[in-house]
């Protein structure tokens, strides 16, 4: 335990059987939530995200992995079609499923910080558990319209929530183990692999995210294990990753199954992503940031690269691609839709007949480019540091004030809800047999029906009553978020010098340093996001790619301020700081 009382405190009591009740009845409510939001879906508009991972999807329940290759097949982690697939399998409806492994993640979380409070009578341990669920599941961004989509980032919010609960789940029952029996870690562990794996084969951007705050959780626990001699529990820390490999090598082997590549992607690894790393290095006379490979360092790249010169007519004069994937106001391609165009173009020319002649286009073509640079014959940019691998941009002095500006607008729409209307304002958009078929297969309703005389999709008044509930909630959760976080970042300066100082209990280290992490990598996943977005998409703040830091934001508020939430605890904390630091 992390604080001792034996104060006895009667007020705001929870029985076991209460207790139970009301998670029940919140996790009845939150689903309840969900039954009246409806899909959204625009076939047609969006081939390089729903639509593939619904076509992904049907091919697995076909038992044709992720279906016939093409320029899209393994652009991206692909486990979301899996996940489809398997609720396809059982039954289960999409959105409900959806908002199932939410409440799942959510009651992790909220278990895993039981030690920090667990001193405290075991009425309001009750309480302050119950509170912090109900906290975690009720939050605006898990019901936002991006969660209507057939898309990925339905459940990566959970995924991401069921990985950092289970490695501080772990980390606190190591920290608050004394004397007495050890504390099992291993169920802990077992969800945070199952959240690690997941979400890693979820997103190609989750390593850069979940690795690190795995590695810095799992440094921690070998610590405590190595120092407490536990060595079975040493042994259990491999746990999480032996789960990754598993999971990692067997989505390799489908795919060197059925298309002769062992990887995850041979978009963001492998020579494809060699071949986007040699053409960003040529130089350009273009200023703005979001563009990787301007027209004019594509003109000489034509010219130096015979390999390219096919794709010239496709990406330089094609109707279809200047549409989809061309800025207007830039009249170029951004770095975040180059990539898409250059392979699209690339499977009008065969490249994309199989991922081995894939595979051997683009490793060409980066040999070509990289030995133009170097003789010489293609000129590079004057910050060019050799050879690079990699579809995202290079990082430059130029992105560090706007991603800077950006994380700052990311964690004001973080903490005011932004963006989280709990339904979609577009109506979906296909024919009735398009949309009969997604239904079927996924179990939910679209919001096809449009209001009378208008475009705009219809709600049953019903649903509109809940929806303008929900509105009300979560401008009350905006004002209770700003605000606790305010304090939460006052409180945690307060208590650093006590917690950092030498000789202090490592017990109270623990409570300190871990809402520190949380925020750390509340901040990391914004930083990561911003860069992206004044890098690359310059498609402006997304609440779908945020809905990672509300949780960890969340989070990192209730375990600050838990103190203020009951004079007891406040008053055990008071005095283990002061007896024990």
Not at 22 to 47: C, D, E, H, S
């Amino acid at each position: 335990m992390l604080y001792h009382t034996t104060a006895n405190h009667r007020r705001f009591t929870l029985s076991p059987r209460a207790f139970w009740l009301g998670a029940a009845a919140l996790t009845l409510l939150r689903l309840g939530v969900t039954a009246f939001q409806q899909g959204y879906i625009w076939v047609g508009g969006a081939p390089l995200d729903d639509e593939l991972m619904f076509r992904a999807a049907n091919a697995v329940t076909a038992g044709r992995w992720l279906g016939e290759y093409d320029y899209l097949t393994l652009s991206k982690a692909m486990f979301f079609p899996v996940w489809l697939a398997l609720l396809h399998a059982l039954r289960l409806p999409y959105l409900a499923a959806g908002a199932a492994l939410w409440c799942a993640a959510a009651a992790l979380a909220a278990a895993a910080l039981r030690p920090l409070w667990a001193g405290v009578s075991p009425a309001r341990d009750r309480t302050l558990v119950l509170g912090l669920y109900g906290v975690l599941a009720f939050l605006p961004s898990s019901w936002a319209a991006y969660t209507l989509r057939v898309y990925r980032d339905n459940i990566f919010p959970a995924l991401s929530l069921l990985a950092f609960a289970g490695f501080a789940g772990a980390a606190l029952r190591a920290g608050a183990a004394g004397g007495g029996k050890a504390p099992r870690l291993w169920p802990w562990l077992l969800a945070a692999g199952a959240g690690l794996t997941a979400g890693y084969l979820d997103r190609e951007d989750a390593g850069l995210f979940l690795l690190p705050a795995a590695a810095l959780a799992s440094a921690y626990l070998v610590w405590r294990c190595v120092r407490g001699r536990r060595w079975l529990a040493l042994a259990g820390q491999a746990l999480p990753y032996g789960m990754l490999a598993a999971g990692v090598l067997a989505f390799c082997a489908l795919n060197y199954t059925h298309y002769g590549v062992f990887a995850l992607s041979d978009f963001s690894t492998g020579s494809f992503a060699d071949a986007m790393g040699a053409m960003s290095r040529v130089d350009t006379a273009a200023a703005d940031g979001r563009l990787s490979v301007p027209a004019d360092a594509r003109a000489l790249l034509y010219e130096a690269v015979p390999e390219l010169q096919p794709l010239q007519y496709w990406l330089e004069e094609d109707p279809d691609l200047q549409n989809s994937f061309r800025d207007p106001v830039l009249d170029d391609y951004r770095a975040g839709s180059f990539y898409w165009a250059i392979r699209r173009a690339a499977q009008y020319e065969g490249v994309y007949e199989s991922a081995r002649t894939a595979r051997a286009y683009w490793a060409a073509v980066a040999e070509a480019v990289n030995a133009a640079l170097a003789d010489g014959t293609l000129p590079a940019r004057a910050d060019d540091a050799g050879p690079r691998s990699s579809t995202a941009q290079p990082i430059r002095a130029r992105y560090v004030l706007p991603t800077l500006k950006e994380c700052c607008k990311s964690l004001y729409w973080v903490l005011t809800f932004q963006d989280c209307r709990p339904y979609e304002a577009q109506r979906s958009i296909g024919t009735e047999e398009d949309l009969a078929q997604w239904s079927a297969y996924l179990g939910c309703g679209f919001n096809a029906a449009a209001e009378a005389g208008k475009a705009t999709p219809y709600y049953s008044p019903q649903q509109k009553l809940v929806f303008r509930a929900l509105e009300a909630l979560r401008l009350c959760a905006a004002l209770l978020m700003t605000g606790g976080f305010v304090l939460a970042v006052l409180c945690q300066l307060r208590a650093a010098p006590r917690a950092l100082a030498r000789g202090a209990c490592a017990r109270v280290r623990l409570a300190w340093a871990l809402p520190a992490v949380l925020l750390a990598f509340a901040a990391l996943r914004c930083a990561m996001i911003a860069f992206v977005e004044v890098s690359s998409f310059g498609i402006g703040t997304s609440t779908m790619y945020l809905a990672t830091v509300h949780p960890l934001v969340a989070l990192f508020i209730y375990a600050s301020l838990w103190p203020l939430l009951t004079p007891a605890a406040a008053a055990a904390e008071r005095g283990l700081r002061d007896g024990e630091g």
